[in-house]
């Protein structure tokens, strides 16, 4: 058996037990049912599975646990805790990867996005950098800049949003922590220099009530109560907008939600791409904010 069918196995063997516990036996007949659908071969033994069990622990870091329930023995994967969002991003490169690996002619049935950021060849250097905790170094041009600035980094973090990566870093010229876009920055390199990151730094409290990559450095979080359409609103439930998302009404007439955030500019041009399908209720300064925006928007055509 290659070591691409038992990658893929290892995945296989994620997903269904991530869906709920199950037996050996109703493992077994998943991995059967797979292996017809993609023409590999995934049926196992259970000595095997006991051996992937382990592999499965050595690349992801994901602990499979059996225990008993009546006459049977179900399989489960023990809580992931802070390694979730890591493993599933991990799964889904792999998924990307094999379904672009197995396939031909493929441009007939996949349309990419051509609009997609670059900056991702730094991800690697700059974990190292992270981790190493040494000081980075890179030329940065600001959208609002016409000239590169270099700048020099002790990074802390990575972040990504909207498809695209950016770095959280403490900038000494500056005395500040700030963000900066990896497909932004060019020149990169990893210096000599060591720095120590502060102990109480965690990035999670650094966004915890911003949305998007702008985080106050003093942040005043609001109940900002948000109206939408029905059918708008069934995807905001799908893909909520922030972990702090409630909802407050949901029938025929509207879904009302409420965020506890700061108005922050990336929140701004998140409520005006949802267009007429949302309505700003709570704060009333935030729902001026927008109803000036789309005013200012109408004037554009008063000469069509």
């Not at 196995?9 to 007949?29: A, N, Q, W």
């Not at 909207?162 to 500056?174: H, P, T, V």
């Not at 935030?286 to 069509?304: G, N, P, T, V």
Request: a positive charge; hydrophobic letters at 35%; one cysteine or more.
């Amino acid at each position: 058996m290659s070591k691409r069918e038992a990658i893929s196995r290892y995945s296989l063997i994620i997903k269904r037990l991530r869906r709920k516990p199950c037996t050996f036996e109703d493992l077994r007949k998943y991995l059967q049912f797979e292996s017809e659908m993609q023409d590999h071969k995934f049926d196992i033994s259970i000595r095997t599975f006991q051996r992937d069990i382990q592999d499965i622990w050595t690349i992801y870091s994901i602990e499979i646990a059996c225990k008993k329930a009546g006459e049977y023995s179900l399989y489960y994967i023990k809580d992931e805790g802070e390694k979730n969002d890591i493993n599933s991003r991990r799964l889904e490169a792999f998924d990307l990867y094999h379904a672009l690996s197995v396939s031909e002619g493929m441009s007939g049935i996949i349309h990419f996005d051509h609009r997609q950021p670059k900056g991702t060849e730094h991800l690697h250097g700059i974990i190292h950098a992270i981790k190493n905790c040494f000081v980075i170094q890179f030329s940065y041009q600001r959208f609002t800049d016409n000239n590169a600035k270099i700048r020099t980094i002790n990074p802390y973090a990575l972040k990504e949003f909207k498809q695209r990566w950016y770095l959280i870093g403490y900038e000494k010229a500056n005395n500040h922590v700030k963000t900066f876009a990896l497909d932004r920055l060019f020149d990169f390199e990893i210096t000599l220099e060591k720095f120590k990151k502060p102990n109480d730094f965690k990035v999670d409290s650094l966004f915890e009530f911003s949305f998007g990559i702008m985080n106050p450095f003093e942040p005043h979080p609001e109940n900002i109560v948000l109206s939408f359409e029905p059918e708008q609103g069934k995807y905001i439930k799908s893909l909520p907008l922030h972990p702090s998302q409630k909802i407050i009404e949901d029938n025929d007439k509207e879904l009302r939600i409420t965020l506890k955030l700061c108005a922050t500019y990336d929140l701004f041009m998140e409520i005006m791409s949802f267009g007429d399908g949302v309505k700003v209720i709570k704060p009333k300064s935030f729902a001026k904010q927008i109803k000036e925006a789309h005013q200012k928007a109408m004037k554009l055509y008063d000469d069509q």
